[in-house]
């Protein structure tokens, strides 16, 4: 993890200003034929250009742009350069403290002349989240100071405290980098910031939100090359997934992924699509975004900017003529209108919704106004996915269950459950890693005949999991094997803290 270039070929400019003087007196220059091109912000002071033209030493045309034009111009050049300066700062990822302790410490840091500081401590923050599996990075900004805290197997960790001068400064570099309007702090923004660390390609995808103290900043990391996802480590066995490989083996139909944000939805659908991609079949995705790349699956990213929603997206790889088909969700009645119709002529459709359980994604669909006899007819099967912290195997404890845990969890009393107890080998959390826990809905005859009849939820999920465990009860059979602790079985089997 030494080098970081940008995904884009870098632009070359042999000279330029620093971002800091562009941006403080209005200008920004481009190489013009023998020459440079000055880009005046309106409303700038014209006196400015006489220090660039002796900067440059060369002859200037000057432009002048309107102030909305030239913040978009402003980030645009900027974000290039910013990645090239990531690539030639030392990236060891190593050492953020020592960065950090680097800043200046001038009262207004965008008045500085350099702003290489903030560029090295951002990417080195973004350097040390990838080397340790994080998924989000969290900047935010308090009165006291500016926090930033890591997400990594689902828990958040503060990582590092910073003075508060140094916020304006690091969230602004941020929104170059990601190319978002630096001078609009009061609407959140989102962008990306594509990135490739030792050879790795990754996409940070960056959202804003204007709070008390300043402007947070949430980084989310997809890491693009981690398509070795297999059914094994996901943690389906059992009922669920034989339900999913008998729903996947049929030629058409629709399997859908249910649970709430960061369930593991998504982890979910690239293993049965790579369980798919045997090359005789044509397999093309809409996503939002695309977060791992599949070799040999045609991947699309919707793009509202230019109307590429799902609906639009959906439509247009029908007409690619494919075999099976992944929509990143069904969220509107148009997408859900699509997805039946492309089952119905033949097509497998994989994608998910955004609900608590299995039972839930049928109501949800009759509630974007599908037919029921449509989604009885091409509905194969409902899965719903929680993840649970894997106790660290090594310093577990064993401990037996008192009487409150033993109800909650419907075990016997003096049951041997497992704590968490902390080692080197977890960073002293004691968890290591996650793993998925799954109920499965097959839709067959009976299934098919209830959702037919607009019969109600009790029904459907009455037959359903007559032999097939629940969330409720995979999660506990978790917990009797040592894999997780009781409270993260709880936090399952409690729906209504989870928010759909
Ligand atoms: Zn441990």
Redesign the pocket.
């Known amino acids: 993890m030494t080098d970081a270039v940008p995904a884009a070929a870098p632009q070359t400019v042999p000279v330029d200003i620093p971002y800091s003087f562009a941006r403080g007196h209005g200008v920004v220059i481009a190489p013009d034929g023998e020459g440079w091109l000055a880009t005046l912000r309106e409303g700038s002071d014209p006196a400015v250009l006489i220090e660039v033209k002796r900067y440059l030493a060369a002859p200037l045309r000057v432009v002048t742009a309107s102030i909305a034009d030239f913040d978009r111009l402003l980030s645009d050049h900027y974000a290039v350069d910013a990645s090239a300066a990531a690539m030639a700062g030392s990236l060891d990822g190593g050492d953020i403290d020592l960065i950090a302790s680097g800043m200046p410490s001038a009262e207004d840091l965008l008045d500085s002349a350099d702003d290489a500081p903030a560029i090295r401590l951002i990417n080195a923050i973004i350097a040390e989240a990838v080397r340790q599996g994080v998924s989000d990075i969290h900047i935010e900004p308090y009165e006291s100071g500016l926090v930033v805290r890591m997400r990594a197997d689902g828990v958040l960790r503060e990582h590092l405290r910073m003075p508060p001068h140094v916020a304006p400064v690091v969230v602004s570099r941020i929104k170059v980098m990601a190319r978002l309007d630096i001078a609009e702090r009061r609407v959140p923004q989102d962008g990306r910031i594509a990135l490739t660390l030792a050879g790795k390609a990754i996409d940070v995808r960056v959202s804003t939100l204007p709070s008390r103290a300043g402007e947070r900043v949430v980084m989310r990391i997809l890491d693009k090359d981690t398509a070795g996802i297999d059914f094994d480590v996901l943690g389906l066995s059992g009922e669920a997934d034989r339900i999913l490989r008998e729903a996947l083996a049929e030629p058409n139909g629709i399997i859908l992924v249910t649970g709430p944000t960061g369930s593991g939805k998504t982890t979910t659908l690239y293993a049965a699509l790579k369980q798919l991609n045997d090359g005789q079949r044509n397999i093309l995705t809409v996503e939002d975004p695309v977060e791992y790349a599949v070799e040999g699956v045609g991947q699309t990213q919707v793009n509202a900017k230019v109307g590429l929603d799902f609906a639009a997206g959906l439509r247009a790889i029908l007409r690619q003529d494919p075999d099976v088909v992944m929509i990143g969700e069904i969220r509107d009645r148009e997408t859900a209108d699509i997805a039946v119709q492309a089952s119905l002529t033949g097509h497998l459709v994989l994608s998910t919704v955004h609900t608590n359980d299995a039972v839930g994604a049928i109501t949800r669909l009759k509630d974007l106004k599908v037919e029921p006899f449509l989604l009885a007819s091409t509905l194969r099967a409902v899965l719903a996915q929680r993840l649970v912290r894997k106790l660290?195997p090594?310093?577990?404890e064993p401990v037996q269950a008192d009487n409150g845990i033993a109800a909650m969890l419907g075990l016997d009393i003096g049951t041997v459950i497992w704590r968490p107890?902390?080692?080197?080998?977890?960073g002293?959390t004691?968890f290591?890693g996650r793993i998925g826990v799954f109920e499965a809905i097959k839709v067959d005859e009976t299934v098919r005949r209830y959702i037919y009849a607009g019969g109600d939820e009790s029904m459907i999920a009455k037959h359903a999991f007559l032999k097939a465990p629940t969330l409720a009860s995979a999660a506990r059979a978790m917990v009797a094997k040592g894999i997780t602790t009781p409270e993260e079985a709880i936090r399952i089997a409690r729906r209504e803290d989870v928010d759909a």
Do not use: A, L, S
Not at 421 to 426: A, L, N, S
């Open positions: 660290c090594t310093c577990r107890k902390g080692c080197d080998e977890c002293h004691g290591k």
